[in-house]
Protein backbone atom coordinates (compact mmCIF):
# COMPACT_ATOMS: atom_id res chain seq x y z
CA UNK A 1 0.00 0.00 0.00
CA UNK A 2 2.88 2.51 0.50
CA UNK A 3 4.03 2.06 -3.06
CA UNK A 4 0.99 4.01 -4.18
CA UNK A 5 0.85 7.07 -1.53
CA UNK A 6 1.77 9.22 -4.38
CA UNK A 7 -1.24 8.77 -5.71
CA UNK A 8 -2.72 11.32 -3.06
CA UNK A 9 -1.21 13.98 -4.91
CA UNK A 10 -1.77 13.66 -8.30
CA UNK A 11 -5.38 12.29 -8.06
CA UNK A 12 -7.11 15.22 -7.12
CA UNK A 13 -5.63 17.21 -10.14
CA UNK A 14 -6.30 14.73 -12.85
CA UNK A 15 -9.87 14.81 -11.65
CA UNK A 16 -9.48 18.42 -11.89
CA UNK A 17 -8.32 18.09 -15.67
CA UNK A 18 -11.37 15.19 -16.21
CA UNK A 19 -13.90 17.59 -14.85
CA UNK A 20 -12.53 20.49 -17.14
CA UNK A 21 -12.57 18.18 -20.16
CA UNK A 22 -15.53 16.91 -19.70
CA UNK A 23 -17.43 20.44 -19.35
CA UNK A 24 -16.12 22.27 -21.23
CA UNK A 25 -14.51 20.39 -23.76
CA UNK A 26 -11.00 21.94 -23.46
CA UNK A 27 -8.03 20.63 -22.66
CA UNK A 28 -4.75 23.40 -21.69
CA UNK A 29 -1.42 21.69 -21.87
CA UNK A 30 -0.32 24.15 -19.20
CA UNK A 31 -2.72 22.67 -16.42
CA UNK A 32 -0.56 19.58 -16.33
CA UNK A 33 2.06 22.16 -14.86
CA UNK A 34 -0.26 21.47 -11.42
CA UNK A 35 0.72 17.82 -11.35
CA UNK A 36 4.45 18.16 -10.94
CA UNK A 37 4.23 21.05 -8.19
CA UNK A 38 6.36 19.51 -5.06
CA UNK A 39 4.59 19.44 -1.87
CA UNK A 40 7.12 22.03 -0.13
CA UNK A 41 5.89 24.70 -2.98
CA UNK A 42 2.49 24.53 -2.13
CA UNK A 43 2.77 24.70 1.42
CA UNK A 44 4.91 27.39 0.87
CA UNK A 45 2.16 29.52 -1.75
CA UNK A 46 -0.27 28.53 0.79
CA UNK A 47 1.64 29.88 3.62
CA UNK A 48 2.34 33.12 1.48
CA UNK A 49 -1.47 33.39 0.70
CA UNK A 50 -2.25 33.76 4.30
CA UNK A 51 0.61 36.03 5.05
CA UNK A 52 -0.83 38.30 2.42
CA UNK A 53 -4.48 37.70 4.19
CA UNK A 54 -2.98 38.48 7.89
CA UNK A 55 -3.72 35.13 9.34
CA UNK A 56 -0.47 34.82 10.90
CA UNK A 57 -0.72 31.45 12.87
CA UNK A 58 -2.27 29.53 9.68
CA UNK A 59 1.19 31.09 7.77
CA UNK A 60 3.34 30.00 10.21
CA UNK A 61 1.65 26.71 10.51
CA UNK A 62 2.58 26.05 6.53
CA UNK A 63 5.66 27.55 6.33
CA UNK A 64 7.09 25.26 8.93
CA UNK A 65 5.56 22.18 7.21
CA UNK A 66 7.74 23.88 4.63
CA UNK A 67 10.88 23.77 6.79
CA UNK A 68 10.37 20.10 8.20
CA UNK A 69 9.43 18.59 4.39
CA UNK A 70 12.55 20.65 2.91
CA UNK A 71 14.91 22.07 5.34
CA UNK A 72 17.47 23.91 3.06
CA UNK A 73 14.59 25.96 0.93
CA UNK A 74 15.68 29.11 1.84
CA UNK A 75 12.89 31.26 0.77
CA UNK A 76 10.94 29.61 3.48
CA UNK A 77 13.01 31.16 6.01
CA UNK A 78 12.67 33.98 4.64
CA UNK A 79 9.05 34.13 4.49
CA UNK A 80 9.03 32.66 8.44
CA UNK A 81 11.47 35.72 9.50
CA UNK A 82 9.07 38.10 8.07
CA UNK A 83 6.17 36.43 9.70
CA UNK A 84 7.97 36.49 13.25
CA UNK A 85 8.43 40.27 12.56
CA UNK A 86 4.54 40.56 11.97
CA UNK A 87 4.50 39.43 15.55
CA UNK A 88 7.20 41.32 16.66
CA UNK A 89 9.09 38.32 17.96
CA UNK A 90 12.13 39.93 16.88
CA UNK A 91 14.56 37.11 18.63
CA UNK A 92 13.36 34.55 16.94
CA UNK A 93 13.10 36.47 14.18
CA UNK A 94 16.54 37.23 13.80
CA UNK A 95 17.80 33.45 14.50
CA UNK A 96 15.28 32.37 11.27
CA UNK A 97 16.70 34.92 8.92
CA UNK A 98 20.54 34.24 10.21
CA UNK A 99 19.85 30.29 8.99
CA UNK A 100 18.39 31.75 5.89
CA UNK A 101 21.76 33.87 5.52
CA UNK A 102 23.52 30.54 6.35
CA UNK A 103 21.77 28.89 3.26
CA UNK A 104 21.66 32.21 0.77
CA UNK A 105 24.64 34.77 1.89
CA UNK A 106 24.15 36.30 -1.39
CA UNK A 107 20.72 37.78 -0.73
CA UNK A 108 20.90 41.57 -0.41
CA UNK A 109 17.26 41.59 0.57
CA UNK A 110 18.14 39.12 3.69
CA UNK A 111 20.82 41.71 4.50
CA UNK A 112 19.17 44.60 4.80
CA UNK A 113 16.37 43.03 6.74
CA UNK A 114 18.96 41.61 9.40
CA UNK A 115 20.68 45.69 9.42
CA UNK A 116 17.03 46.54 10.79
CA UNK A 117 16.38 44.42 12.96
CA UNK A 118 19.46 44.92 14.69
CA UNK A 119 18.52 48.60 14.53
CA UNK A 120 15.37 47.55 16.30
CA UNK A 121 17.14 45.41 18.69
CA UNK A 122 19.64 48.19 19.78
CA UNK A 123 22.63 47.35 18.02
CA UNK A 124 23.64 50.14 15.44
CA UNK A 125 26.84 49.05 14.85
CA UNK A 126 26.41 45.78 13.75
CA UNK A 127 22.96 46.43 11.50
CA UNK A 128 25.52 49.05 10.10
CA UNK A 129 27.91 46.49 8.72
CA UNK A 130 24.79 44.54 7.84
CA UNK A 131 23.69 46.94 5.69
CA UNK A 132 26.97 47.92 4.34
CA UNK A 133 27.20 44.07 3.12
CA UNK A 134 23.81 44.51 1.48
CA UNK A 135 24.69 47.72 -0.45
CA UNK A 136 27.60 46.18 -1.48
CA UNK A 137 25.56 42.75 -2.65
CA UNK A 138 22.97 45.45 -4.68
CA UNK A 139 25.84 46.81 -6.50
CA UNK A 140 27.63 43.97 -7.41
CA UNK A 141 30.69 44.19 -5.48
CA UNK A 142 30.42 41.47 -2.96
Request: with cysteine; glycine share 4%; hydrophobic share 40%.
Amino acid sequence: MNRFKWLIYIIPSLGLLLLNLLCFGTFRPEELKVLYIPLHEKYYLLAQRFYSSDSVDKSLEYIDSVITVQPFYSPAYYLKCLILLKENNLTEARDVLEKYLELDPFSPDGWATLSWLWFKLGRPDLGRRCMETANRLKAGFL
